[in-house]
């Protein structure tokens, strides 16, 4: 009974997975379905702020953790929105329980299995499980800045990898904000370019003011996870 219980957080995952295909509400991840509900969407807004608010941090908080297609759509929404603090902070704060979610799931599941294949197979999952138990909190932080691995994936590798829950969630919450709200502000501009036909060049996040600040912010977070290490081997007795 317990080991059924162990396996009881990835099956609620499944179960999500399986209703959102069946649903069909990736078809609503795309910037027609914003333009098109825009009206309905800012009107129960505008009488519920709160409420809209919370389900938005709940939508993108199960999108997360069941790695649903068009996150960067839905970042964009909150900014288009609730404007770019607001929504960017509500996304940070989703995002950040979606990937608890996943962490737990994979943990508390198919942990052992899943460590012992990436152990076998040395692969790219044994490569960052390897990062993140050098360093777990800077590790993690560089990864959610420049995102180099997908975000599922980094998850995954934090829990095979047995990183304390506190690291984990510190280095997510910080990580993402570059990003987030980048994504958020593009969105709080997204209804002039819409009403011109146009879209949102995401490409710009790309351009050297701003990928410059996020590689700084990584090689920082890099740079202090080796010095942590050098010093750690360096008071080891001999």
Do not use: C
């Not at 009488?47 to 939508?59: D, E, H, K, S, Y």
């Amino acid at each position: 009974m317990k080991r059924l219980g162990q396996f009881l957080p990835l099956a609620v995952l499944a179960a999500v997975v399986v209703i959102a295909l069946a649903s069909g509400v990736t078809r609503f991840l795309n910037l027609d379905a914003l333009r098109e509900n825009e009206a309905g969407l800012r009107a129960f807004i505008d009488q519920n702020l709160i409420l809209a608010l919370a389900a938005f941090v709940g939508i993108y908080a199960v999108a997360t953790a069941i790695s649903l297609p068009g996150a960067t759509i839905l970042t964009l929404a909150g900014g288009y929105l609730f404007g770019t603090w607001v929504g960017g902070s509500a996304t940070v704060i989703g995002a950040t329980l979606g990937a608890i979610g996943i962490f737990y799931a994979v943990g508390t599941s198919l942990g052992a299995a899943l460590r012992a294949k990436a152990e076998a197979s040395g692969g790219r999952l044994k490569a960052v499980i390897d990062g993140v138990q050098q360093g777990a909190f800077g590790y993690i932080l560089t990864l959610r800045l420049i995102p180099v691995v997908p975000f599922w994936f980094v998850n995954v590798a934090a829990a095979l990898a047995g990183t304390p829950i506190r690291a984990y969630v510190a280095a997510t919450f910080v990580g993402i904000i570059p990003a987030t709200f980048i994504f958020s502000g593009i969105g709080a501009g997204i209804g002039t370019m819409v009403a011109e036909g146009g879209s949102p060049n995401l490409g710009v996040i790309f351009e050297p003011h701003i990928l410059g600040p996020l590689i700084a912010l990584a090689l920082l977070a890099l740079g202090t996870t080796l010095y942590r290490n050098m010093r750690r081997k360096k008071d080891k007795p001999l």
